[in-house]
């Protein structure tokens, strides 16, 4: 079985899709056997009769993967709330066992599997009785974190540490993702310092804005080449220092 990260975030929409997508394809240009997928979407976008969850299309265009969208999602929903409701506005439920089974199936045929949750850690995806991180517990999967750069941030990225070490769960990285130039003042440059001195848990890396990408549009401009240089990527290889 090769290494896995469940990729979580201290929030909805932080860039957990956008930081899994880069991450993996520069694991994969060095010739690293990596995929990532994301075993529950809600706010699934249809076209033309089907549903596509945006996540793992995005992975899949990224990261030149040749998995077929089925391989990389397994539940897939139209509204944009919480997974557990997002079934039940559909008519349907989230089967805890089959969601471990799908992760735990990609994780045995792979080197490195980035498993992407949803929303944050305490998000419920069948109920409260199974949440994002009772699915890694599931999986023993140890957690990388996606957080903003700006105000707030400290306060909500060592909360996310703190319940994922409550939960049990160890957390191997933070990446700060989304720093504008023109918004890098002195809160912004103390926090990484600082959340690293509070959680113990290193941050690999600062990803800056860039306008050139788009998960909604599919477009990832200069993303895996920055990610490539802003984050120690090496960090989460196996073998690897
Ligand atoms: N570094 C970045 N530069 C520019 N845009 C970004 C960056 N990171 C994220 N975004 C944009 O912010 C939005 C949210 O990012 P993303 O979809 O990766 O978040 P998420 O945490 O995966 O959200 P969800 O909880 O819905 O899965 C997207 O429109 C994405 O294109
Ligand atoms: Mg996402």
Known sequence: MGRGYLVTGTDTGVGKTVIT????????SRGIDAV???PVQSGAIAENGRLIPEDAAFYRQVAGLPQTIDELNLYRFTPAVSPHLAAKLSGERIE?????DFCREVLQRHELVLVEGAGGLCVPLSGPDFTV???ARELSLPL???ARPGLGTINHTVLTVAYARNAGLTVAGI???????EESGPAEKDNPGVIAAMTGVPVLGIVPYLPGVSVEKGIAD???DTVEKQVAWQHLVPGEV
């Not at 805890?96 to 471990?100: E, H, T």
């Open 36 to 38: 990532a997928i994301k």
């Open 21 to 28: 997508a880069a991450l993996v394809g520069v694991w994969r």
């Open 175 to 181: 990446i700060i993702n989304g720093l504008k130039p």
């Open 133 to 135: 991180a009772d699915m």
């Open 96 to 100: 805890p066992s089959r969601v471990v």
């Open 222 to 224: 200069g993303l895996v």
């Open 144 to 146: 990388l974190v996606v």
